[in-house]
């Protein structure tokens, strides 16, 4: 079997419907954050734009993001984005669509003269954790009990790459 093409881009206002629609299917309580599927009016807001926004799409339906924004306000801190948040709908996992958001949200971090891109990750969840190490994120900490998700508490690992 032939894999898709998978195309990645960044966001524009046109796209704020088939975000919030990878939204609405992609999280979960092993994954992420259960309350991240609740409604919302937009995925943009003061703090988000479309520009944070790297989009992957198989035969021109938008199939997951990966959310690309400074880790800090601070200007000591520019040279490093964080990741927060990575999705792909059910249907399109498996198809490598993860290893292309992941791949395009370096480029672009380095394109923005980032050094460096950290993330957060459930300790739980097994399939994002070998994910991040495949492409060379490292562990740079954890954060005990940092999240209550389904009445149990859930570590935050922070993890890293290096540009």
Do not use: C
């Amino acid at each position: 079997m032939t894999q898709p093409s998978i195309n990645t881009r960044i966001a524009t206002e046109a796209d704020d419907e088939a975000i919030l629609a990878v939204e609405a299917v992609s999280w979960d309580s092993s994954s992420g954050f259960p309350s991240m599927r609740e409604p919302k009016e937009s995925a943009f807001n003061e703090r988000t734009t479309p520009a944070n926004y790297v989009l992957a799409e198989v035969d021109g339906k938008v199939v997951g993001y990966s959310r690309l924004m400074p880790k800090t306000p601070v200007a000591e801190n520019s040279h490093v984005k964080g990741i927060y948040g990575l999705a792909v709908v059910p249907e399109a996992r498996g198809l490598g669509v993860a290893s292309k958001l992941l791949e395009a949200s370096a480029d672009e971090a380095r394109r923005q003269g980032a050094r460096k891109i950290s993330l957060g990750v459930f300790s739980t969840n097994e399939p994002a954790r070998r994910l991040y190490a495949k492409h060379g994120y490292f562990e740079e900490g954890r954060s005990k009990d940092e999240f209550l998700v389904d009445g149990a508490y859930v570590d935050n690992i922070m993890l890293a790459k290096v540009l």
